[in-house]
């Protein structure tokens, strides 16, 4: 399994920001996913995750009414489109795959992209 994650740039407060995370090899369609961050000097954090088939979505307080994560599982692809960007958002985004179909605090995020970094300032 190998996650893609791409979309990341340098944005202003205020804007919108579209990520992309490219599933390659098998189970995507079996499992939850979800995307984390890590800011600079900070441990990583969750940020939101959708299950296996869409239906469910749980995200972080810190980004909760301004993000979306969708996925499409016919092209093994998750997005996360978070707007009214701010400047603690910045950080290095990496999608990762749990190891339940259900997104709960106790599961395990198995296999992890590259990241990509978004970058909020003026």
């Known amino acids: 399994v190998q996650l893609q994650a791409s979309g990341g740039g340098l944005v202003q407060p205020g804007d919108s920001l579209r990520l992309s995370c490219a599933h390659s090899g098998r189970g995507f369609d079996t499992y939850a996913m979800g995307w984390l961050r890590q800011a600079p000097g900070k441990e990583r954090e969750f940020v939101g995750a959708?299950?296996?088939?869409?239906?469910?979505?749980f995200y972080a307080d810190s980004v909760k009414g301004r993000s979306t994560i969708s996925r499409d599982n016919a092209k093994n692809t998750v997005l996360f489109q978070m707007s009214n960007l701010r400047p603690e958002d910045t950080g290095v985004y990496f999608c990762?795959?749990?190891?339940?179909?259900?997104?709960?605090?106790?599961?395990?995020?198995?296999?992890w992209g590259q990241g990509t970094q978004v970058t909020v300032s003026s």
């Open positions: 990762a795959r749990a190891d339940s179909s259900y997104y709960h605090t106790g599961l395990n995020w198995v296999y």
């Open positions: 959708i299950s296996y088939d869409g239906s469910i979505t």
